[in-house]
């Protein structure tokens, strides 16, 4: 099986639902793959949030993941995604095989967030996630060479204040997965 996602250790999932803050925009339209997605900002490290987001390793092949939970418990299914057409696309789960058909709405973002969708047919349930505009992740370069989430994640702390900080609170309280030095430029809490 092509695994284009790697994921170090369950916690790294829970680390996407440490990124917060910035100011809102509109609900300018954007591709919604190659980007991370939550449903809110949790606010502490047992606020439940939900995420998602889709790689392509090409128009034709794409694959992403959906996260539910906190920062301390959560769990998080791999699909596959296939874009049918305009708003349209099938999400078929890799555990299990399930199919679920899903229509992608854009909405009116929240303050903070520069940009909504609504994934109508989400089988976790959850149908609004929101994104900002410096949550764009990279592709791998090449053929079968896997998505590095930490990577991305220093990436993004490299441009982003509040998640630097976050990653480094979680490096001294020894979470599993985080970075073991803050990030360039961040104090240690």
């Excluded at 284009?4 to 369950?10: F, W």
Aim: hydrophobic share 40%; proline share 6%.
């Amino acid at each position: 099986m092509n695994h284009l996602v790697r994921i170090s250790s369950p916690a790294l999932i829970g680390l996407l639902t440490l990124l917060a803050g910035a100011c809102g925009d509109s609900g300018a339209s954007v591709p919604i793959h190659d980007r991370l997605w939550l449903t809110a900002v949790p606010k502490t490290a047992k606020d439940e949030v939900s995420a998602f987001l889709i790689l392509r390793a090409s128009e034709s092949t794409q694959y992403g993941f959906l996260f539910k939970g906190s920062l301390l418990r959560g769990s998080y299914d791999t699909f596959h995604w296939a874009p049918d057409g305009d708003e349209r696309a099938k999400l078929t789960t890799v555990q299990d095989g399930r199919v679920h058909k899903i229509r992608v709405e854009t909405c009116e973002p929240s303050a903070g967030f520069h940009y909504c969708v609504q994934l109508h047919g989400d089988p976790q349930g959850t149908v609004r996630y929101q994104s900002r505009k410096r949550w764009g992740l990279g592709r791998p370069k090449a053929k079968l060479l896997g998505f590095d989430l930490a990577g991305e994640l220093q990436a993004l702390a490299a441009e982003d204040g509040e998640l630097a900080t976050a990653l480094a609170e979680l490096a001294v309280a020894g979470v599993d997965g985080a970075p073991s030095t803050p990030p360039a430029g961040v104090a240690a809490p």
